[in-house]
């Protein structure tokens, strides 16, 4: 047994033992939650009752594989902000080029991002790109801080050593690297953009906690929704609070299906009026087609040595769905046929993470379920990807007062500000074959050591 794992199974025994079978620590970490606004609607963001642990060394490997694949999706962007023809393999709506092609006055793509990393079997796979501010971010600082000092993991740290992630140290100062570069020579009023809910009365725990951060950086900030801003006289506002710099939790899609292009925060983005961080033009990477450039290796021939290395061995396979022939490793493939007699090894996903249209897994499906599954991504924007199994562990789950060991899947972000990574979160869900998830939640993550 692994160190990992041998420290995962005392855990376990320890939370099943006295004085912690009657779970009145657990009932009181789901309030401390809740009365620090670590919630996701009215629930706390995390049902678990362990936290996630990494080595010392995955840390390293993660952090150093990030850093290089940032580097080079970064590039990739570039590249296809000045080629019309690696723009168009982005698949984006007309608006969204619109929205691509406004200079944001700094030159950075990414303010803030994530990446989506399985560790399974060994192995290091990224299998999503996010320019956004992960949910961990502004939850994770707060629930380590939590989990660390709830009983039964004060117990666990007698014989094991661990080191909090941290998460939002570095997120004002890089906010403020962009707003200088934007010209902005004073303190910036922030407005925090959240789209409200249907019926939502008051703001959302993440928004709250991402508000305060910028407050005890001395900043003034306020929670902003788009309905509510107005653009008059060159200035941005919301009825009285003037806002210079945008703090975009919105995703360009959500934005585009309620208002359009005349919209005051476009209008104050494109005039140059308000800082918005993440800026529009960071969107190309939500895209997954962005791996069909990174894993071209036609595209990647000049990039640095790093970077081709992190590529091939952390990235899958990933091509848009069209019908063209394509370079499958060191064969040249007719990419519908292809898909079709290699269900087994690969998956069919939306280009664009709405939730509007499903992911599909070949191993899961027969022939003639795949053979829908491909016409559906030849009507839609969709990629095919290699397959990643996803990484696994059993967690304590709090269900109805009750403790349940589930199997669940684990998802790592690591957090990244200007392309260098600071701390990370873990994203746990017990995902069925069909795509919905009963139990999701965020995980405090720990590196690990022997004492």
């Not at 403020?176 to 922030?190: D, H, S, T, V």
Request: aromatic share 10%; glycine share 6%; charged share 25%.
């Amino acid at each position: 047994m692994t160190q990992l794992g041998e420290a995962i199974a005392r855990y376990h025994k320890l939370i099943e033992s006295e004085p912690y079978k009657d779970l009145a620590w657990a009932a009181a970490l789901q309030e401390s939650m809740s009365a620090a606004h670590l919630t996701s609607g009215s629930r706390p963001v995390s049902p678990f009752l362990r936290p996630h642990f990494l080595s010392r060394r995955q840390h390293a490997a993660l952090v150093k594989a990030a850093e290089s694949l940032l580097s080079a999706i970064d590039r990739i962007k570039q590249m296809a902000l000045a080629n019309p023809a690696l723009l168009a393999r982005m698949q984006l709506l007309p608006a969204e080029k619109m929205l691509a092609a406004i200079d944001p006055g700094y030159p950075f793509l990414a303010v803030t991002s994530l990446l989506n990393t399985h560790f399974g079997g060994g192995a290091l796979r990224f299998v999503n790109y996010n320019a956004d501010t992960a949910p961990g971010v502004a939850y994770g600082e707060a629930l380590s801080d939590l989990f660390y000092d709830c009983p039964p993991v004060k117990e666990f740290r007698r014989r094991y050593s661990l080191a909090k992630m941290g998460g939002t140290r570095q997120l004002v100062p890089a906010v403020l690297r962009a707003w200088k570069e934007f010209g902005g020579k004073k303190k910036p009023r922030i407005g925090v953009l959240e789209f409200r809910q249907p019926f939502q009365a008051a703001e959302s725990g993440e928004y709250v906690l991402l508000n305060e951060i910028f407050r005890r950086e001395g900043l003034c900030s306020e929670i902003v929704a788009p309905d509510q801003l107005e653009y008059k006289g060159g200035v941005l506002r919301r009825e009285n609070f003037v806002i210079d710099l945008v703090f975009r939790r919105v995703k360009v899609q959500e934005f585009l299906l309620r208002f359009d292009l005349s919209h005051p925060l476009v209008r104050a983005y494109r005039d140059r009026v308000a800082c918005v961080v993440n800026s529009f033009r960071s969107e190309l990477a939500h895209k997954r087609a962005i791996f069909d450039l990174l894993t071209d290796e036609a595209i990647t021939a000049s990039f640095p040595a790093a970077e081709r290395r992190a590529i091939q061995e952390h990235i899958p396979w990933t091509r848009v769905v069209a019908p063209r022939r394509v370079k499958y490793h060191n064969r040249n493939v007719d990419l519908p046929e292809f898909i079709l007699k290699h269900r087994q090894k690969l998956a069919l996903k939306p280009n664009d993470d709405t939730g509007e249209q499903h992911t599909f897994r070949g191993w899961e499906l027969d022939e003639a379920a795949w053979e829908r599954a491909l016409k559906t991504a030849g009507r839609y924007p969709y990629v095919v990807q290699e397959r990643v199994d996803p990484a696994k562990e059993f967690f304590p789950v709090l269900r109805y007062g009750q403790m349940e060991m589930r199997e669940m899947h684990v998802e790592v972000h690591p957090h990244a500000y200007l392309g260098q990574v600071q701390g990370c979160s873990s994203w746990l869900s017990d995902e069925a074959p069909g795509g919905f998830s009963a139990i999701s939640g965020l995980a405090p993550t720990f590196i690990l050591e022997t004492k």
